[in-house]
């Protein structure tokens, strides 16, 4: 059994047509990604070569902060910065242990003199502490000495004042009593003679019967 072919209508397209039904695409300015060069982690590094950190909300560039400021090269830029101050942090450590283990004889030898250098250079500066912490002590107890001295100087000065502040007030005392002990035995001395001229003068036995 055949079957018999059908054919379709088919649609002419122009290219005219076509081109006027697709929109027209809009372009936008792109801004050009300049990413500062970073130094690479070579040892010795100063951070310094890097330069500083940057921030990201106040370009360098010295251009106005607008709406449409991107921060990426200088986001880069800041993580560049850290890696590299990352890798020589790593490499200064680990350097540090390289000589004694991996280095050759005369580098062993050269870290060796480094420790002993390094020994001695401390026991100098325990020692000069020592003598210092010992010579600080000695002088505190001079200076103890000295003001237990001056101490007792001043306690026994106050006590001669003392004692001479009340030897005169004794001997004042001593003086106010003997001046009225001698005013009453005047006065005394006074009134008998007195009474004895009073007597002869007016006696009181006229007639000298009272024996």
Partial sequence: MRLTGVSLPSTPISGVASLAAVPPRRQYA???LALPAVCPAVIPLSVNQCGARMNPLRPSSGKRRTVSLETLAAHHFNQQRTVVMQQKEYNRYHQGWQRPFYGSRAEKEEYRKEIRDLLKRQMLEKWEQQRQLRSSLSREAEEAQEADRLALSRDFQQ???????????????KRLMEQIWHQRSLSRLQETTRERELLQYNPLNWSGTLK
């Fill in 30 to 32: 792109v801004t050009p």
């Fill in 159 to 173: 006590n001669v004042a003392h004692a001479q502040i009340l030897r005169t007030f004794r001997d004042e005392n």
